[in-house]
């Protein structure tokens, strides 16, 4: 069975530029969360997808949104870079079968985003 | 807000140890608690997951506690190999009604020969 994957692997960009992330997960889940993790601040909660609907949201500016498509795959985009943007991005997904949200989290191996 | 702690930040200790990781939350109205461990520059890599209902789980010689009402969770790894290096964090879900998780900073383990 494929675990979560996450494309490009590594990127960079320079700031004001405007950045798409990749998510597929695991085949028969449901729900699609993305992280940001950096050395200052650790490993912070973004946002979560499930049915192709925002669930629950971090503490971040509008500048990073996300969606997700009916086949559960999910995009993030972060637009006008800066520099404090740099960072590994992870996706992670559960099943989340009938609204259960105890169930195990599973992560893909994160993309590299570097602003200069 | 939900605050996670872990302790000690880092550690180095000599294969076979039996070692015990510490995580404590600062809000005990939790849905679950998960231990995690990642290798350097990748995902994670989920070890144990305990709902609020439980108390303990255990797999291979990992065993997880949790105390919801001291707000605290430990992590026993019993005899310890080189394999096992790798920083270990400790995740809540769930404070003050909502399904956000909250990450501890993770202990940096080394497990040398």
């Known amino acids: 069975k494929a675990g979560v994957t996450q494309t490009p692997r590594y990127l960079i960009k320079t700031r004001g530029q405007q950045v798409t992330l990749s998510c597929s997960p695991i085949s028969g889940h449901r729900s699609v969360s993305w992280y940001q993790q950096t050395p200052g601040q650790g490993l912070q909660f973004l946002f979560e997808y499930f049915s192709e609907t925002q669930r629950n949201k971090g503490n971040f500016p509008g500048r990073f949104s996300g969606r997700q498509f009916s086949n559960s795959r999910s995009e993030m985009n972060v637009s006008t870079l800066e520099l404090g943007d740099s960072a590994l991005y992870l996706c992670?997904?559960?099943?989340?079968?009938?609204?259960?949200?105890?169930?195990?989290?599973?992560f893909g191996p994160g993309t590299r985003l570097t602003v200069l | 807000k939900q605050e996670v702690t872990q302790i000690p930040a880092a550690l180095s200790v000599p294969e076979g140890e039996n070692l015990v990781l510490n995580c404590s939350f600062t809000?005990?109205?939790?849905?679950?608690l998960q231990w995690f461990r990642q290798d350097p520059g990748k995902g994670l890599t989920s070890l144990l997951l305990?709902?609020?209902?439980?108390r303990e789980q255990t797999s291979g010689r990992l065993n997880a506690s949790l105390d919801k009402s001291s707000g605290r969770s430990t992590l026993y790894i019993a005899a310890s190999q080189p394999g096992d290096s790798a920083t270990y964090l400790c995740?809540?879900?769930?404070?003050?009604?909502?399904?956000?998780?909250?990450f501890g900073r993770g202990t940096s383990l080394i497990v040398h020969p």
């Open positions: 809000d005990s109205a939790i849905y679950n």
């Open positions: 992670a997904s559960r099943k989340d079968r009938g609204g259960d949200r105890t169930d195990t989290q599973y």
């Open positions: 995740a809540v879900w769930g404070s003050g009604g909502s399904y956000i998780p909250t």
């Open positions: 305990i709902q609020s209902s439980q």
